[in-house]
């Protein structure tokens, strides 16, 4: 009997849910109201976003680490080439400051200088060698 | 609509199934929320999570949508599905307690197997929800027997034959049901 009743309450949800889903638009938003409406699209969609969040993030997040690693890789690079660079350049600030005015300005401080003078310096240096050789 | 057995077989990609989530209408939206209302009764859990679990469900790819069915469909089927299986588990949990609080000396096999009778958690939920519904149609002995002789798969011809009903009066009777469902689900 128990199992019987439960069968039956199980096709009567069954029933309430099909006659939901034949239910047309206009009916269903007039059942609820426009303000229950919205809230209900409101709520919906925050679980949507919460999936597709969910899903990008399971998705990209081997892709941001290996993009991660490789930006980190591409930084110890360019910082080990600066350094060499930079490395060249205070040696010749001290041995040929003649060179250039800026090679001291450069290394005049104690800091470690930045990367972008030192490129531009280099870049001086070596226009000035091009030249020297025309 | 009759659907090709090939097309509903087919099921969707991911992406298909991420489109069609994305494009849920507001009518889709409170229709989810009325389905989920419905099922999630008994399950301990809220008609939100229960909504929730279907679209990861979906999106996971742990139920895969059969293209040929329309989606808000497929995914009441899922949340019919989950409310199922959770009912199931909070009896198994049920019948677990009860046979470690049965347990006694004489009892020593240590095997505990799930419960497919029905357990009275099961039967509470049962009740519970056949009294919502009941509650909602107390006034409209008609509808009530419509809906209990649709649920017993009698014929739309046999239902109006048997409550003296015209095909106009049954259709809105029909109706009639569907807005109080419909009302019923879209309360908070």
Redesign the interface.
């Known amino acids: 009997v128990k199992q019987t009743k439960n069968r039956q309450t199980d096709a009567l949800l069954d029933v309430a849910e099909k006659l939901l889903l034949e239910a047309s638009d206009d009916e269903v938003l007039a059942s609820s109201g426009p303000q229950a409406a919205r809230v209900a699209g409101l709520e919906v969609q925050a679980l949507v976003r919460k999936n597709i969040d969910a899903a990008n993030s399971s998705v990209m997040a081997p892709q941001a680490k290996k993009a991660g690693r490789a930006k980190r890789n591409l930084t110890a690079q360019a910082k080990h080439k600066v350094s060499v660079l930079a490395s060249f350049l205070r040696a010749l600030a001290v041995t040929r400051p003649e060179l250039s005015p800026r090679l001291q300005a450069v290394f005049r401080s104690s800091q470690p200088p930045d990367p972008v003078d030192v490129e531009k310096l280099a870049v001086e240096l070596l226009k000035k060698h091009l030249d020297k050789s025309k | 609509m009759k659907l090709d057995k090939s097309e509903v077989l087919q099921t969707a990609t991911?992406g298909e199934v991420?489109a069609a989530?994305?494009g849920?209408?507001?009518?889709?939206?409170?229709?989810?929320?009325?389905?989920a209302k419905?099922?999630a009764p008994g399950t301990g859990m809220e008609w939100?999570d229960l909504?929730?679990e279907a679209?990861?469900r979906a999106?996971?790819g742990q139920r895969q949508w059969p293209i040929g069915v329309?989606f808000?469909?497929f995914i009441?089927q899922t949340m019919?599905s989950i409310a199922s299986d959770e009912r199931r588990s909070r009896d198994f949990v049920v019948s677990l307690d009860e046979a470690q609080a049965d347990e006694g000396p004489g009892r020593s096999d240590g095997e505990l197997t799930p419960s497919t009778d029905?357990t009275p958690e099961?039967?509470l939920s049962?009740?519970q929800?056949?009294g919502q519904?009941q509650a909602l149609f107390e006034d409209d002995a008609v509808s009530l027997a419509i809906?209990?002789a649709?649920?017993?798969?009698m014929a739309p011809d046999a239902i109006q034959k048997q409550l003296g009903l015209s095909a106009t009066q049954y259709a809105s009777a029909?109706?009639k049901?569907?807005?109080r469902?419909?009302?019923f689900?879209?309360g908070d």
């Open positions: 991911p991420r989530l994305l849920l209408s507001s009518a889709d939206s409170v229709r989810l929320k009325q389905l419905l099922r939100a909504l929730n679209f990861a999106m996971g329309p808000v469909a009441a019919r029905v099961r039967e049962a009740k929800q056949l519904v809906l209990v649709t649920a017993e798969e029909l109706r049901i569907r807005r469902l419909q009302t689900s879209s």
